[in-house]
């Protein structure tokens, strides 16, 4: 599933960085579009980076055959950064049968900005 | 404060409907590169749209010299939707002295597909 | 489903009030060993009971046969209360055919003190 | 602040277990009154326990003279429990200037149970 394609991640310019067994990784280079108003990277842009590479973390652990979807995603800004370049992480906790669990830190060059949890729902595919 | 320029928000394609008195709406009419890898909107578009339109609600209601900042939010994903018009309302439930707690509710011709809370911090302007 | 007992409810000495249609009341009379350290009622009396509304309200609105179980609930603390009596009120928003989701006002004689969204998942008895 | 008495704690049957520089963990003897319905603990004995956790960690790292009280929390239920010891261990991951940030584990004999993230609001003591 690394090779899916997200047209908005793309229209964003973020990338898959790592993938694989329960963890993934997504990087963006800030671009002014990125920004708000002040001159922060954008809530939204962070939201989508830690919701998608939460993503790429459950997908990366379950059989042939299912994909995941977000039930749900709270996102705790810890500081507003202006960096150039961030990195998302992002780690299964738990996985069970129709759930999995995640967790994301968002980086500024080492510095943790923002921290989310995650819930995935696990569905066949259709 | 319903002048803002948010870069994102507008390289989105999203904008301001209205703005006032802790309430705010934001509409966006959906684009191919807003979908995700099996035609739904991503959910990075939509916790973008929610995010922003609790930040005008909370803006809103605030004095002047002051200004809004998102400490967290909680997205709950309620169903897909591949809709061709969203939108989010916001509306502030309780506003303190240091933060404001708003609801945001969005809406894809008329049925709820997203709810999410958040507090938003009130600043000083600097 | 009214007819529930739960034990850590009755321990804390909390009483369903309403039930039916997605939506349920719990109502508590506060003593002092709800309190903290300052005299406000604790945290945890406040998310037990607006956990347990939600779940009567979720499990008020499915078939035979079914049960429901917390996955996840936020709650965001509005302003602390040294109420007496506190009435937590829930409402079913979305319900589907794995998941429910609910919002959870608390009131302490009206005023709005606590606001929580929860997911409850949908099983099959066993 | 190690010393605090929280009766609503006390009533419960935990205790504090250890805290120091941005930690804290909590314990809890599972008896018959912690459980709900069907035998698991129930959800309000564990966010009980998660939010408190949480409280003394964000309090073993701030001044003399402040206080801390809980914004928000959200609790991933990610299995049930029917244990006989559980264990909350909280950590501050970012401490602001007016709020910190805390994320708590629940552990049932080293099974990761729930997992909760929370804010914290940083005041002066009254």
Known sequence: MNDIKFPFLEHMGAALKSFGKGEAEVELNVRPYHLQHVG???????STLMDNTGW????????????????EIKINYLKPTSG???VASAKVKRQGNTTTFVTIELEDEGSL??????????????
Chains 1, 2, 3, 4 share one sequence.
Do not use: F, Q
């Open 84 to 86: 150039k370049y961030l």
């Open 113 to 126: 900005v923002a921290y989310a949890t995650g819930t995935y729902a696990i569905l066949k595919d259709s």
């Open 40 to 46: 922060y990277v954008h809530g939204g842009v962070i």
């Open 56 to 71: 790429y973390a459950a997908a990366s652990n379950i059989e042939e055959g299912y994909t995941v979807m977000t039930l």
